[in-house]
């Protein structure tokens, strides 16, 4: 097989005292997703935050195309950053609300100091299914869905290889889930992108993941294929 798109090794992350993430480790190729899940508290939104290089860890590695990440200045994350991107939960608070839909699909390359190309930003919003005439909008006039495809654009313009994705569908009325849903798949089937995924819904995860990873307490407790998943996973023990 492959080396691994992504690996972590012994990842720790501490808040003070609080050992938040204790020695996790998983790895995830390209174009698998590797569901994290876990009760509220058990440190999966910092393990996504180690992950990201948002948050450095107290110990541990974080692997990605070969780059070991921990330990690296902000400066010489900078170029990296456009590989790996996190989709968060909430649409509009992703998004600045002065920021014009166009220019917010756009922020992301001109921090790289790569200014869009022309036509680039309509591109990306047919990428995601978001009618180009929406680009002179502000999100507040934006429905959550079309937000969302907003920061899955956003995501898309450095061309990633993996997205962390913190519960992308949790603040969605569930009639729009399913779309955002399908419009992941299609990416990862286009374009062999990796998925981290955070999900509370078991249902989901077993339909949406590859493998699961069970944490507990800090700890992976668990990891098997997504199919093999029980619903009642989570039901018992403490967070
Ligand atoms: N910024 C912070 N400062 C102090 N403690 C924190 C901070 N962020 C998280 N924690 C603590 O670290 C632990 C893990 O939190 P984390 O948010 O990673 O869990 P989670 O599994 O993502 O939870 P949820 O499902 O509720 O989002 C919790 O005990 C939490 O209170």
């Known amino acids: 097989m492959s080396d691994p798109l992504l690996k972590v090794t012994d990842l720790v992350v501490r808040y003070g005292r609080h050992t938040a993430v204790d020695r996790v480790s998983f790895e995830i190729h390209a174009g698998e997703t590797l569901a994290l899940i876990g009760p509220s ?12 290089a948002l948050r450095r860890p107290a110990g541990g590695s974080v692997r990605f195309e070969g780059h070991e990440l921990t330990g690296l200045r902000e400066r010489e994350l900078r170029p990296l950053r456009p590989r790996f991107q996190p989709v968060f939960q909430d649409p509009y608070g992703s998004l600045s609300p002065r920021l014009r839909i166009r220019d917010a699909i756009a922020e992301p390359l001109r921090a790289q100091r790569r200014p869009p190309a022309t036509g680039q930003v309509e591109t990306l919003m047919e990428t995601v299914g978001l009618d180009t005439s929406l680009g002179d909008r502000l999100p507040h006039e934006l429905s959550g869905g079309q937000c969302q495809r907003v920061g899955i654009a956003r995501a898309l313009a450095g061309e990633p290889r993996l997205l962390v994705l913190d519960e992308p569908v949790s603040a969605l009325d569930p009639s729009v889930r399913a779309g955002v849903l399908n419009l992941l ?55």
């Open 41 to 52: 508290g058990c440190g999966k939104s910092s393990t996504a935050l180690a992950t990201l």
């Open 185 to 239: 798949t299609a990416l990862q089937e286009d374009r062999g992108l990796a998925y981290l995924f955070i999900c509370h819904d078991l249902a989901l995860v077993r339909h949406f993941a590859h493998r699961v990873a069970v944490m507990r307490q800090g700890r992976i407790v668990d990891t098997r294929p997504a199919r093999e998943l029980s619903l009642t996973a989570l039901d018992s023990g403490p967070a």
